[in-house]
């Protein structure tokens, strides 16, 4: 089950990253800087979350494997 879980919030990472890169291309093709900005927001919100929601259950904290 927790892996489910995981593989959600990943997909919702996801999503709303390729939700701000094409809300920041757009805003840059129309020369809008408020949709830029917001498209900025997005992809910022999608690496909060990254690190807000942690690693993945049983996955080392890092370091060499020592």
């Known amino acids: 089950m927790a ?3 995981y ?4 997909r919702f990472q996801i999503g709303l ?3 701000g890169i094409l809300a920041w ?13 917001v498209g900025t927001g997005v ?3 999608a690496l ?9 259950p049983g996955e080392a904290s890092g ?3 020592a």
């Not at 291309?25 to 900005?37: E, H, K, Q, R, T």
């Not at 909060?48 to 993945?56: D, K, Q, S, T, Y």
């Open 63 to 65: 370091g060499d494997g």
């Open 17 to 19: 990253t390729i939700a």
């Open 7 to 10: 593989r959600y919030w990943l």
């Open 48 to 56: 909060a979350i990254r690190f807000l929601r942690g690693r993945r």
């Open 25 to 37: 291309l757009a805003g840059v093709a129309i020369d809008n800087s408020f949709l830029s900005g």
């Open 3 to 5: 892996d489910g879980n």
């Open 43 to 45: 992809m910022v919100s």
